[in-house]
């Protein structure tokens, strides 16, 4: 503190002294401006002379003096605003720099983010691919596998049969009724042994987009009855087949062998868990231009857990049943090409019902 007050007084005592030097040269001026101009009364003109030309001297010597001070003032004012200048232009042109710096990792970081993020996607979309070609070929070993062991089992069953009662049949000491009933169960045999062919050339064929199916009008009133009637002449049930309907005629653009088949499995199909009641074939037009078909039976049904499931192929319900467990895929696959649907009723719990609508009218399509 005592350091400051001393400083503080030193900056006074020469501000003082540097007044009171100019209060004296301007008091000393004013003296010898007024000896000259005294002398200049008196008359005496030369030394008057010389001291105004002293002064004049002196003056110009002074105001140079200033004009050289204010010179190097402004030079040093002009040099200080000048390397101010500099570091601003410096600071402006680092501002600038750092400015397009950022805007260029901006765009660099924004770029790099949407390529990661369409890579990402990119990516995602490929596992998705690979997880469903893995998923695909996995059902599709299974499919081979459970193809396989059906066929083996289904083709071996029948095969057995026609051999062991076609060697009966050799025997000379077998009578006429030993006969007629080996000779049926080989007929019974050869037709269930051609109906599982018959069902694997369908699944393969339905599965080949260029197949052509034969469009054509057709009474589906009068298929509906032919077909109960012939299947009422062969069951292996004692369930009633029964047909319902209030049309005396309903034309529709469909392949008639082909709607015949699927009519057909789901009431074949019927017959298999029906042993007794009835399993009613059901037709009836919509509002909305669509012929709805329903086969109905009052057997064991389907389980809800297992009716998701029951359009894929080799799926069986009972797997000691006869049969490969294509039946019901094949009518799915023959009711999408006819541009229809088909589906089980889950809310009928009496037995097992089997729905289908088929447009009236559509285009012929292969």
């Not at 805007?103 to 469903?132: D, K």
């Not at 231009?289 to 057997?299: E, I, Y």
Request: glycine letters at 4%; hydrophobic letters at 40%; one cysteine or more.
């Amino acid at each position: 503190m005592k350091h400051c007050i001393l400083l503080l007084l030193l900056c006074l005592s020469s501000s003082i002294s540097r007044a009171q030097e100019y209060v004296q040269k301007q008091d000393s001026d004013s003296l010898r401006w007024a000896v000259a101009a005294r002398e200049f009364q008196e008359g005496h003109y030369e030394k008057a002379c010389s001291l105004y030309l002293d002064l004049s001297n002196y003056a110009i010597a002074t105001y140079q003096d200033i004009n050289s001070r204010k010179v190097e003032d402004l030079r040093n004012k002009f040099s200080i605003d000048e390397v101010q200048l500099q570091r601003n232009l410096q600071q402006n042109r680092l501002l600038r720099l750092i400015w397009i710096a950022g805007i260029i990792l901006l765009v660099v970081f924004v770029g790099c983010f949407f390529y990661i993020r369409r890579q990402n996607r990119w990516l995602a979309h490929s596992r998705e691919e690979l997880n469903r070609a893995k998923a695909l070929a996995e059902e599709s070993i299974r499919n081979k596998s459970l193809f396989l062991s059906n066929m083996s089992h289904e083709i071996k069953t029948p095969l057995n049969a026609l051999s062991g009662f076609a060697e009966v049949l050799t025997m000379p000491e077998i009578d006429e009724a030993t006969r007629e009933q080996c000779n049926d169960i080989i007929q019974l045999n050869s037709e269930l042994l051609l109906k599982l062919i018959n069902d694997v050339i369908d699944i393969s064929c339905l599965d080949v987009a260029n197949m052509k199916f034969n469009i054509k009008p057709c009474d589906a009133v009068a298929l509906c009855r032919n077909v109960v009637k012939t299947l009422s002449a062969i069951k292996q049930t004692d369930a009633e087949m029964i047909f319902e309907t209030d049309l005396d005629v309903l034309e529709l653009d469909t392949d008639v062998e082909r709607l015949q088949q699927l009519l057909i499995n789901l009431q074949v199909n019927a017959t298999k868990f029906t042993k007794q009641g009835s399993i009613t074939l059901k037709l009836e037009k919509t509002d909305n231009g669509m012929a709805r078909f329903s086969v109905t039976d009052t057997g064991c049904g389907i389980p809800l857990e297992k009716q998701a499931r029951i359009f894929e192929r080799f799926e069986k319900l009972n797997e000691k049943a006869q049969g490969t467990g294509l039946g019901l895929s094949i009518c799915q696959l023959i009711i999408k090409r006819l541009n229809g649907d088909i589906w089980i009723d889950s809310e009928y719990t009496q037995g097992c019902r089997f729905v289908f609508v088929h447009p009236l009218k559509q285009e012929v399509r292969s």
